[in-house]
DNA sequence: TCAAAAGTGTTATCCTTACACCCATGT
DNA sequence: ACATGGGTGTAAGGATAACACTTTTGA
């Protein structure tokens, strides 16, 4: 077996916060003009876990004490984390996602907010189909899946037709808001992510000019960011994390606004109230709210209790007209 | 910022299958009488991604082509991995999950199955509440819970109290299958677990002597097991993993008991039946068994075109008699 | 007065759960 | 005959999804 040499663990987090109704992450600007989550590399000398490493290094990096903070998933691919040269370590990247419920004070490193639909602009279904979806993205796919597939070491149990299918929702397929990670790595595989032109893919050269399908990140970032937005809108169903997005109270519209923000769709507001209420998700402060526009709202605060009771709760939903 | 020096991924594999019905998982049997997962390091100039290398990894030493394989999460604690002397390189490690369908031949590393439920065995409710609940577990974790926990770095949002009520249902609340392994981590935080007083923890002066709670494991392998039984549990209802360990044809009374056998209690028959044949995961094979002790039962093989079709299929179920 | 959002009420449908019962085979 | 597991039918209950409608505010 060959030679064990020069592995580094990097720490890089999608940190989830709300502005203005709409989720952001924290990014830093690169150099080259490509953004960046924060990123640290693990030093298991200094921190006893993973999850220690990266709270201190966001603490010292932006000031941000994390609250909520959940292991994505490690990636090791050798050529996603190349910038020019590479004559680096070899980097393995475990990515993170952590909730936080106010703006961060821009950092030292110049740390900023950046919506988080711009990165993957074809997930946001809240105000119909996407028209990136129509008009760049499926025409591009559909030639991609006209070819053979032998280049490609993707273990064969599906066509790629039968993975555009599922993941794309075409030949009338439903839409499946969690498949997120699945839809930026095909993107990647197809060479329509401007990160795979950067490390050098051979399938590349089969498209002559592409426009900017979503800004693109610098390493495997876009790869982290698609991973926490799939696992954060599995979890919204089944766990109350929405909560550590949100204020100590707030009103129902502004719950369901940032729950249909997380999934990219809209909910149908009278069944989705009752089911927060009747889940026993929240209990009413007492207060209203009068910057409603309309009539003033009762604020509700997230029961903690729930954590103590049933095992599962979250909020379960179909979509709904807008 | 400290230095970043000596580290070294290892990957280990909790490779599921199953035998005379009950599941199984691949260990090696080392010097000092501990079980091991089947364990490698990761050669970053060999293997282009961390699951090829696991791949490889495990068909160099027993031979075996894995089929269904799933990241797990990746450890980074120091203390956990220690042996004696512990001056080695710091070990990061990635868990995985791998089913199989067939006994695995006993590879060159004399590897060989032991059943699961040998390592967790308070996870075994098929024949009621497991005595060494009742007996060795809940006592001492009452005493423990009636403790300051000061001296434990844990978020201190729960109580010891809660946390017991939330793990180990106790106080009435309901046992959750799903937290194999926040109960292993529970176990081992409070000193119950063989490897806390390995690895030098200081909660273990509490107990005088404790009968074994369940088989140890070298390294932090328990608690890699503990996590690959959570997530199948987790997974199985919401996917159709668990034909993965199946072979092409089998009864339904097979399949429950294999579904049963994963969950740790047993299911509703009739219901069971229905729900599986509903949903499509099945279609019969025209075939019939007469090994069954009694009318011949149909049968069946899994439906692959149930990947193409609805986002989520798998065999959710209650509870039921036995 | 109107737009915007807060709220309430009702109903159809599906899924889960539970119970009752008959069928075919080997010993 | 009887034990064992295979297999079918049906009904109660709860959760979801889809409607329609009223109320209260600010502009």
Known sequence: MGGQ?????????????????????????????????????FAPLDHRTLDIGLRNWVREQTGLELGYVEQLYTFGDRGRHAQRGDTGPHIVSVGYLALITEDPAAGPGGASFARWFGYLPWEDWRHGKPAILTDEIEPR????????????????????????????????ADWDEEKVLERYELLYEAGLAAEAKRDGREAVKFWDKLPQLGRPMQFDHRRVLATAMSRLRGKLKY???????????????????????????????QNFRRLVENAGLVEPTGDVSRQTGGRPAKLFRFRRDVLLERPSTGVRMKGGPG
């Open 5 to 41: 040499s020069g592995i580094e663990i990097g720490l890089n987090a999608a940190i989830v916060g709300v502005r203005d109704g709409q989720p952001h992450i924290l990014v830093t600007r690169e150099g080259n003009g490509w953004d960046a989550l924060p990123y640290g590399p």
């Open 141 to 172: 796919l559909k030639r991609w899946a006209a070819r053979p597939d032998q280049d490609d070491t993707h273990d064969l149990v599906l066509t790629r037709r039968e993975r555009l299918r599922i993941c794309f929702a075409m030949e009338g």
């Open 239 to 269: 766990r109350p994390v929405i909560f550590e997005l949100l204020p100590d109270s707030f009103t129902l519209f502004e719950l369901q606004k940032i729950v249909e923000a997380i999934l990219g769709h809209h909910l149908h507001k």
